[in-house]
């Protein structure tokens, strides 16, 4: 129906063919325009060198370094301790001496074992320790 509007022209009352355009399709175009540009731009930003997936990498990398530097500096003080002990207990130091060294003490009795038993005991020849002798 046309409905004058008093200026020589007419307008028409009801819904017009553009209103269908407007008001129905090119908002869910816009929409999905949109929608599928954030997505481009997500999976993009994912996949890009610098982009989240390196960050999140970074991230867990970040945090094992953390864990291992943790085990080392508990190590750290282990070994610290260790040395302390070392150096300043007379008993440790003579434990080591004995254990790592293959030292013995001086009224220690040292017993030798052969495995193949070809050696004979006191002999001059094989055993670089002189025998005990009687004293005159």
């Not at 816009?30 to 960050?55: E, H, M, P, Q, W």
């Amino acid at each position: 129906m046309k409905i004058d509007t008093g200026r020589g022209g007419y307008e028409t009352s009801g819904p017009r063919k553009d209103d269908a355009v407007t008001h129905g399709l090119r908002p869910k175009i816009l929409f999905y325009f949109t929608l599928a540009l954030a997505l481009a731009v997500s999976v993009f930003s994912y996949f890009k060198d610098d982009g989240f997936r390196n960050i999140f990498k970074t991230e867990k990398k970040i945090l094992s370094e953390k864990e291992l530097l943790k085990r080392v500096k508990e190590e750290n003080e282990l070994l610290k301790y260790r040395i302390k002990t070392a150096r300043e207990d007379p008993h440790n130091i003579e434990k080591l001496a004995r254990e790592k060294l293959n030292m013995v003490g001086k009224d220690d009795l040292v017993f030798r074992f052969y495995e193949d038993g070809s050696r004979d005991i006191g002999s001059e020849k094989n055993d670089p320790v002189p025998p005990l002798t009687a004293p005159p």
